[in-house]
């Protein structure tokens, strides 16, 4: 087993790293706030999952009517739906603040 870390001697940390090591860490929560900035992706992302769980859960269930590449057209276009709603509820929902409420940036 080797102990020799217990003879190390402390060393002095310059303040600059201290600094840069905490403006490090507020940028990497700032990274994580996206969610606060565009809440509509997290609605996004639930809708994508929503879709593709739905569809893998038709596929398994279904009768093998359907051609595979006609019911993953029709999944493509559903995910796509998902994903023009979203778009359209959060530009309706942007335009209300700025135009109704006048919370303008």
Same mark, same amino acid.
């Given at each position: 087993?080797?102990?020799?870390? @217990?003879?190390? @001697?402390? &060393?002095?940390? #310059?303040?600059?790293?201290?600094?840069?090591?905490?403006?490090?860490? =507020?940028?990497?929560?700032?990274?994580?706030?996206?969610? =606060?900035?565009? #809440?509509?992706?997290?609605?996004?992302?639930?809708?994508?999952?929503?879709?593709?769980? &739905?569809?893998?859960? @038709?596929?398994?269930? %279904? @009768?093998?009517? %359907?051609? #595979?590449? %006609?019911?993953?057209?029709?999944?493509?276009?559903?995910?796509?739906?998902?994903?023009?709603?979203? &778009?359209?509820?959060?530009?309706?929902?942007?335009?209300?603040?700025?135009?109704?409420?006048?919370?303008?940036?």
């Amino acid at each position: 087993m080797d102990t020799s870390w @217990k003879n190390a @001697k402390s &060393i002095d940390i #310059p303040e600059e790293a201290l600094i840069q090591t905490l403006e490090n860490e =507020k940028a990497l929560n700032n990274s994580f706030s996206i969610t =606060k900035q565009s #809440p509509f992706l997290l609605v996004g992302l639930a809708g994508l999952t929503a879709v593709c769980g &739905i569809g893998a859960y @038709k596929w398994k269930t %279904m @009768k093998k009517t %359907m051609r #595979p590449s %006609m019911y993953l057209i029709q999944l493509r276009v559903a995910a796509q739906g998902t994903v023009l709603a979203c &778009i359209t509820v959060g530009m309706v929902y942007q335009m209300y603040t700025d135009f109704v409420l006048g919370k303008k940036k």
